[in-house]
């Protein structure tokens, strides 16, 4: 069905032949006809460019800026033929301007302004009611319209539950640093708890003294003293030669 649908968005309404109508001058319907040929031939920039001389030579026509509008909508190239067709169902009345505005709805299908179109197409509808591929593309547009609402409230309360999990995880986040934290103050103090007697007797023997007394550093001083006096006595007794013995 959507494929259906969308093939009728495409099938714009034709371009103006001008085989009736108001007097033009000769280039003017020259380029005009030049252009309908190539719309025919699906060359639709080719078209563009000789509605486009036909404008130069007849500035303000309503005709030339529908066939432009519609060689440019057909050609997918949305942002120049809505202003086309605009100027061109403003100036148009009847059935002419019921296809200004169904090729104007189609334009803003194609750009994705479902809202835009359906307007487009009711306005179609209001000059030709008996138009049935402007129903057909209006309810289209209404189903396109109202899965884009579906899918932009989607998009919002993702972002929203994105922000709160963002926060959750932030918060989660200082609560176990905190906690981390926590537990690195009380590790010393559990840690000094489970030392036995020996290991506190050791670890209070570590350290340093902050202050000495005169009396423990001569004592000290003496020791070492000593200590120096028989390294040297034994270094002086290993320096004497022996004596005597076998001479080989």
Not at 48 to 75: C, K, M, Q
Not at 154 to 168: A, I
């Amino acid at each position: 069905m959507m494929n259906g649908l969308f093939r009728l968005v495409l099938g714009v309404a034709a371009v103006f032949s001008l085989t009736a109508g108001p007097v033009f001058s000769d280039s003017f319907k020259k380029e005009i006809s030049k252009g309908n040929k190539a719309y025919r031939q699906r060359d639709f920039n080719g078209a563009a460019s000789h509605y486009r001389s036909a404008e130069i030579d007849r500035p303000g026509s309503p005709v030339a800026a529908y066939n432009l509008g519609t060689a440019l909508v057909t050609g997918k190239n949305y942002e120049l033929a809505l202003p086309k067709l605009g100027e061109a169902a403003s100036k148009l009345t009847g059935p002419d301007a019921a296809k200004a505005y169904y090729n104007i709805g189609n334009g803003l299908f194609g750009a994705g302004k479902f809202e835009e179109a359906v307007g487009a197409y009711k306005k179609t509808l209001e000059i030709n009611p008996s138009d049935r591929d402007a129903k057909y593309n209006l309810e289209l547009a209404l189903k396109m319209l109202e899965e884009q609402k579906k899918n932009q409230q989607n998009q919002k309360q993702n972002q929203k539950q994105n922000q709160k999990n963002e926060k959750k995880d932030k918060d989660g986040s200082s609560d176990s640093d905190s906690t981390r934290q926590k537990q690195n103050q009380s590790q010393p103090q559990n840690q000094e708890k489970q030392k036995s007697p020996d290991q506190k007797e050791q670890q209070k023997m570590a350290r340093p003294r902050q202050q000495m007394t005169r009396e423990e550093a001569e004592r000290i001083l003496a020791a070492l003293k000593n200590e120096e006096m028989k390294v040297k006595k034994q270094k002086k007794a290993e320096a004497i030669p022996i004596m005597g013995g076998r001479d080989w």
